[in-house]
């Protein structure tokens, strides 16, 4: 017996997906242990990456963990540092500070 399934085309693989991140999205986590409840990690930080663009780099997992200590340390994000220095590295080449977190 010969039998053939039948193969989803790309874009309705991709509709599929799509319908799933939806309704992952529309999902809200149980309270933590503080009693709060949270919102979708995709739909918090998909509104507050709107515009944006990821910048990164493949560093040995010592740097990863000095990073963010320091920002611990700091009290502060991983992002902000890597704003900062990367201003400091515009500076250092007569550029504009635009690098916000």
Do not use: C, W, Y
């Not at 990073?67 to 009290?75: M, S, Y």
Request: aromatic share 2%.
């Amino acid at each position: 017996m010969n039998v053939q399934k039948s193969k989803r085309s790309l874009s309705e693989a991709l509709q599929a997906v799509d319908i799933r991140k939806s309704n992952l999205a529309l999902t809200q986590q149980p309270p933590d242990d503080t009693g709060r409840q949270e919102s979708s990690p995709t739909v918090a930080s998909a509104s507050a990456r709107a515009g944006k663009r990821l910048i990164g780099g493949h560093f040995d997992k010592s740097v990863s963990r000095q990073l963010r200590e320091l920002a611990a340390r700091e009290d502060t994000t991983v992002q902000a540092l890597l704003a900062e220095a990367i201003n400091m590295l515009f500076v250092s080449r007569s550029l504009p500070e635009i690098a916000q977190p």
